[in-house]
Every structure is written in C-alpha cells, then in structure tokens.
C-alpha cells in the first residue's frame, strides 16, 4: 500500500502554520462559553488513515481538548461520526510555531477521493477551563468553517447547534494514510500562495496575537 496525504494545508517545515492566528476551541469557565470548531476538507485519495496532524496552540486552562472525524450530512453540516480521539493535549503555546499534536495509530477509518468530511476540535469538558487556538493555515487553503457555542452534549460535535462562516482560512491539519491508487490533485487545490487575509474582529471567533 503506498502512503498518501488524503489532505493537508501545512506549509514547509519551520513555517508550517500561521503562529499568531487561529479559531477558538475553549470551556465556558474561561471564555463564558464554550467553543467547538468544524473545518471541511475533501479527501484526495482512497483509502485508510493512520495519522492526523493539527496545528493546535495553548492559551490557557487544563490544556485538553477532543478532536473527532465526522461525514458531511445531507445539510451540509457535521453527520455521522466516524471516530474521535480523547484527551489530546498541545505543547506548542499559541503565539509560537510550530508544534503539532499528532494523532497516530488511527485505525478502522477510511476516506474515500473527491468525498468531503469535517474534523472537529471541541473542548474536552464543555464547562471547562481549557483555551486553545487552532492555528489558520498559510498556504491560502480555504473552505467551510462551523462553530458551536449551544446544543453540544459533548466536545466531540454531538448534538450541536452549528453556525457557518462560510469560506475562511482553514486551521492547519493533515490527514495521511496509506492507498492502493493514488488520485492527482485537482489544480485548483495546489494552492501555494504566502500570506492571509485576517483582519481583527471582523469574525469574534478569530483569535489573534
């Protein structure tokens, strides 16, 4: 099986997100009320995933936070689950760059090509003291943020009353795996530019330093 990148918005190494920039993941104990983001992203390849990299920076409070897979349900929004992980942690203080909370050893999760998913970042306790920033990308990837400050039973996504911003920058993350075949990137995802464009308080989410 060939390992492939199923998707990724991380930039080169030493410059792999943006330090200062990021969508807000947090507990009502610190922030008033609680945070739970949702990225979309389309699956270049098929086939299974072993590892998830996310560019998550530490603000304050108990450091802990849920990430989790889901489908795109039939109203564009968070649907099925496929799996979470519990417990995860950032070493890399937000303002800085540029640590990644690597998730490894995923099994029993597949992607299939030109299929699109959301991964989620929530808190791991919705009333909670964590405070963490999940760093905007610099590659100019964009697409369809979601957050949550109601209706989630749990820092996972589920039962949550979602709203969109829309296209935005997307936080850092990759998806890889391993894949018998291969499918070529589409041109208009090979996208290279520097820079973004992320002015202050035009969206309360936006976490800058």
């Given at each position: 099986?060939?390992?492939?990148?199923?998707?990724?918005?991380?930039?080169?190494?030493?410059?792999?997100?943006?330090?200062?920039?990021?969508?807000?993941?947090g507990?009502?104990?610190?922030?008033?009320?609680?945070?739970?983001a949702?990225?979309?992203?389309?699956?270049?390849a098929?086939?299974?995933?072993?590892?998830i990299?996310?560019?998550?920076?530490?603000?304050?409070?108990?450091?802990?936070?849920?990430?989790?897979?889901?489908?795109?349900?039939?109203?564009?929004?968070?649907?099925?689950?496929?799996?979470?992980?519990?417990?995860?942690?950032?070493?890399?203080?937000?303002?800085?760059?540029?640590g990644?909370?690597?998730?490894?050893?995923?099994?029993?999760?597949?992607?299939?090509?030109?299929?699109?998913y959301?991964?989620?970042?929530?808190?791991?306790?919705?009333?909670?003291?964590?405070?963490?920033a999940w760093?905007?990308?610099?590659?100019?990837?964009?697409?369809l943020?979601?957050?949550?400050?109601?209706?989630?039973?749990?820092?996972n996504?589920t039962?949550?009353?979602?709203?969109?911003?829309g296209?935005?920058?997307?936080?850092?993350?990759?998806?890889?795996?391993s894949?018998?075949?291969?499918?070529?990137?589409?041109?208009?995802?090979?996208?290279l530019?520097?820079g973004?464009?992320?002015?202050?308080?035009?969206?309360?989410?936006?976490?800058?330093?």
């Open positions: 099986m060939a390992q492939t990148t199923f998707f990724s918005d991380l930039g080169p190494m030493g410059n792999t997100y943006q330090c200062c920039t990021g969508w807000t993941v507990g009502t104990q610190t922030l008033g009320e609680f945070f739970v949702a990225n979309e992203f389309t699956a270049m098929t086939g299974s995933v072993s590892q990299d996310i560019g998550v920076g530490y603000v304050t409070g108990d450091n802990s936070f849920i990430a989790s897979l889901w489908t795109v349900g039939n109203n564009g929004l968070p649907g099925t689950e496929i799996q979470e992980w519990d417990n995860l942690s950032s070493s890399q203080a937000f303002g800085g760059c540029c990644l909370v690597s998730i490894t050893g995923i099994s029993g999760v597949s992607l299939t090509a030109g299929t699109s959301f991964l989620l970042i929530g808190p791991s306790d919705l009333n909670g003291t964590t405070w963490e760093n905007f990308n610099n590659q100019n990837v964009n697409g943020d979601l957050f949550a400050t109601s209706g989630c039973s749990s820092g996504g039962g949550c009353s979602w709203t969109s911003n296209q935005q920058t997307l936080g850092a993350f990759d998806v890889i795996g894949t018998g075949q291969t499918v070529p990137e589409p041109s208009s995802l090979l996208l530019g520097t973004l464009v992320g002015a202050f308080g035009s969206i309360r989410r936006k976490l800058m330093k």
